[in-house]
Every structure is written in C-alpha cells, then in structure tokens.
C-alpha cells in the first residue's frame, strides 16, 4: 500500500522532531535535575552525552539495518525505544537511573533524523528531493531553536 506523499512527509517529520528532542527540549531544565539529584555542574555534560553519544556508533548501522530490513522495521522500534526510555528518565529514581534512560533515548534517537532523510530518498527524486531535504534541514534547525523556550516553559510551568 501506498501512502500520500502528505502523511509521509508528516512522518518524516515526527521522526526528525522526535529525533531531537531528547536534549533540546530539556536543556533549560537541566540545573533543576541536577539540584533534584544533588549532582554537581559536571552532571550537565553527562545527560547530554547519555542522549548523544549512541547516535556516533548506531547511525550507520541502523542505516544498513534499514536498507537490509526495511525504513519501518526500524522507524517504529526506534520511535517506541526513545518513548520506553524517555517514561524511565522521568520516573528515574537516581541519576544512574536517568543516564541510563537517556542513553535508551539515544539508541532510539539514533536512527530516527538519519531515516527521515532516507524516506525522502526513497520518495522523491529530483528537484523534489533536494527541495524535500532542505525542509527538512529548515525544520530542523527552526525546532532546535524553539524546543529549548518550549522546554523552559513548560518547567517554569510545572516543575
């Protein structure tokens, strides 16, 4: 079955969002968890890393695992993984606990920007593609730039 280009481009786009959020969103809460945790500045470079560092090694090979077992097989897993782990960061009872969520979030996360770009491939050619990516890329860039006040807000909001 195929699916209009429209919910395509709506995945791709859950998926590059999705993709991100795990550090963007929370940076302006990130002094809050440290003091919740009673863990000193240097924690700050540990939660981004945790959520980061497994996208260096895993990208690749979810690239090839996707070409070998298809975008979906993968897209899904990597969206309910990011999910999983993202319910254990916030009931993390230390921050072992936490680091340890965020490096599942990482796995997660680690697929989901490159596989966005890879469905463009596989449904446009062309002008449409590069067009396509440099949307992408735009939103991308523009949700790097909003998440963090978003993120702000809403711990301003509730803690």
Do not use: K
């Not at 996208?55 to 990011?82: E, K, Q, S, T, W």
């Not at 340890?100 to 997660?108: A, E, N, V, Y």
């Amino acid at each position: 079955m195929t699916r209009p280009r429209g919910q395509i481009v709506l995945v791709i786009l859950s998926a590059t969002l999705t993709g991100i959020m795990g550090n963007t969103l929370i940076a302006p809460s990130i002094p809050d968890i440290l003091d919740d945790f009673d863990v000193g500045d240097g924690g700050a470079g540990l939660i981004i890393a945790a959520t980061s560092f497994p996208g260096i090694f895993l990208a690749p090979v979810i690239g090839l695992l996707a070409d070998r077992y298809g975008r979906r097989n993968l897209l899904v897993p990597c969206m309910l993984l990011f999910g999983s782990a993202g319910l254990v960061v916030a009931a993390a009872p230390s921050f072992s606990v936490l680091l340890l969520g965020r490096f599942g979030m990482g796995i997660g996360a680690a697929g989901l920007i490159n596989l966005g770009v890879v469905l463009i491939g596989d449904h446009w050619e062309g002008e449409q593609r590069i067009r396509l990516i440099g949307r992408n890329a735009a939103f991308l860039t523009a949700m790097v730039a909003l998440l963090p006040p978003i993120g702000g807000a809403i711990a301003q909001a509730f803690g």
